[in-house]
């Protein structure tokens, strides 16, 4: 594993976690795109 | 191209500003003499702020005793316990500053007729003299109960003076907030908190420099910063809070 | 902003790519500071840039009160509101990774230092905020309460970012956090992710507060008289 053990496991679970928010604020806009759209 | 005569300006166009100001000070006089009329025949902020001082303050006392600081602890813990009792004298007294008007309506009397200024000017200067004579009792009170020595009896009177001040007219601003939203009695000390842990950090200091026998200059200088501050906010804010 | 062009997609993409690249360089790239405790210092790069984060926020929150009592105008209220919104959850994040690290460091979660009470301070400022939105009924006054109260906080800001700091004789600890804190800062390394992460939790911060607005007006759009700040269902 990468960094060695413990500290790269923190650093992937990291990237998960943040690529996770990411993708759940990618669709939330488009949900409020959707919104928007409706008269 | 003579150079114009010089005219002498008409005594009426000096008048106006100066008269504007009377005006002003007029009606925040009136603002506060009304408040005071109002609070002696009711009676009902004086007993409040009397009430949880004097319990705060017997609790205090016979929880910790004359003796029960030791003398090396009373420069930290004494000072912050007499601001305690103010503070929680001031909000249970105090936010009802605009909720009497509100109820008994008489805020539309005074949105109508007054200067918004002028109104939180009064007001604010009630509720000051409200807190001060408070502190007036309170102080050389707690003084002797806690056997509390003073070193700088002016930096005590400092302290409760621009401390008592700063904390009158923020409430003053928060009680106007608070009296045109619901769930006024838990919503002030929220509001309040923040908005008066500066002051309050301050005056504690000031404070604990009058029994220490000294402290720094920034901090006497920052308190009356602090009132100044709250002042012109509340000078400014207030009309946008009193009018839609 | 709500374009579908390949560009309008992409900045979002290279802000994941951003982050990304900040989370490995806080773990890979940085060297760890002396006088921390392990690993600990790696904290820093997440914790500093939202608590700046959480400040820029409440300023903006701030401003945009000052713009709406000026100009009235509804969408400024809903910046400012979704700016506290959001500022919270970075401050709260700010705080509570804050306490973790002194916890490490020092063996207190809590001892009050300058930093920790401005930023306790800050939260505190934000909870009362949506408290009173939450409890005016009638909209414009809402609007207008809140932003003087969010005017009112901006006034009182500087008592604690400055006055504070210089009253550190109140706390019995000595204070250990700007001593180490202006040591850390010489490393170039730890410079750079530090300075790269706080650009990146800014750009985030934006663009959930641009979401947050869009949702505000669609809300309002929807129920005007009654300005949910959810869209109903």
Not at chain 2, 211 to 229: K, R
Not at chain 3, 132 to 145: F, I, N, S, T
């Amino acid at each position: 594993m990468i960094g060695g053990g413990g500290i790269g496991m923190v650093m992937i679970v990291n990237l998960v976690i943040w690529t996770g928010l990411f993708l759940y604020l990618l669709r939330l806009e488009s949900h409020v795109r959707d919104l928007e759209k409706e008269p | 191209m003579t150079a114009p005569l010089v005219r002498p300006v008409p005594v009426q166009a000096a008048a106006p500003a100066s008269s504007a100001a009377r005006a002003w000070l007029a009606e925040a006089g009136a603002v506060f003499v009304k408040d005071w009329r109002t609070e002696l025949r009711t009676r009902h902020a004086l007993h409040t702020l009397l009430l949880f001082a004097v319990t705060t303050l017997v609790t205090v006392s016979l929880a910790l005793g004359p003796m029960g600081v030791a003398s090396s602890e009373r420069v930290a813990v004494l000072p912050a316990l007499l601001w305690v009792i103010v503070l929680f004298a001031a909000a249970a007294g105090l936010p009802r500053g605009f909720v009497h008007e509100e109820e008994t309506h008489t805020a539309i009397a005074l949105r109508l007729a007054g200067t918004p200024s002028a109104i939180f000017c009064g007001k604010a200067l009630y509720s000051a003299s409200l807190l001060l004579a408070l502190e007036a009792l309170l102080a050389p009170l707690y003084v002797a109960v806690m056997q509390l020595p003073i070193a700088q009896p002016a930096l005590l009177l400092a302290a409760l003076g621009l401390g008592g001040l700063g904390l009158a007219i923020a409430s003053t601003l928060l009680a106007a907030i608070v009296a045109q939203a619901q769930g006024r009695a838990a919503l002030f000390p929220i509001l309040a908190f923040p908005v008066l842990l500066p002051l309050l950090l301050l005056a504690v200091e000031l404070t604990r420099g009058a029994v220490a026998g000294g402290v720094g200059d920034a901090v006497l200088t920052n308190l009356a910063l602090y009132d100044a501050t709250m002042a012109v906010a509340g000078l400014m804010l207030f009309p946008l809070v009193w009018n839609p | 902003m709500s374009t579908l062009s390949v560009a309008g997609r992409a900045w979002r993409w290279a802000l994941w790519a951003w982050i990304s690249i900040c989370i490995v360089g806080a773990f890979l790239y940085a060297p760890l500071a002396a006088k921390f405790i392990g690993q600990s210092s790696r904290i820093l790069f997440f914790h500093v840039p939202m608590a700046w984060t959480s400040f820029v926020a409440f300023i903006a929150a701030g401003v945009w009160s000052i713009l709406y009592l000026w100009r009235r105008d509804p969408d400024q209220d809903r910046a400012a509101a979704a700016a506290v919104e959001i500022g919270l959850v970075f401050c709260f994040l700010a705080t509570a990774t804050g306490a973790m690290w002194a916890r490490v460091m020092w063996g207190a979660w809590w001892n009050w230092d300058p930093r920790q009470t401005s930023i306790s301070v800050v939260l505190v400022f934000y909870a009362a905020y949506l408290v009173l939105r939450g409890a005016v009924e009638d909209l414009e006054a809402r609007a207008r309460l809140c932003a003087a109260y969010a005017v009112l906080g901006l006034v009182v800001a500087p008592f604690f970012f400055f006055v504070l700091p210089r009253m550190v004789s109140f706390t019995l600890h000595p204070d250990a956090v700007i001593n180490t804190r202006a040591k850390v800062e010489v490393e170039s390394r730890m410079l750079q992710v530090l300075l790269a992460s706080s650009l990146g939790f800014n750009v985030l911060f934006f663009w959930m507060h641009g979401v947050r607005v869009r949702l505000l007006r669609v809300a309002a759009r929807r129920a005007p008289q009654v300005e949910l700040e959810e869209v109903p269902a």
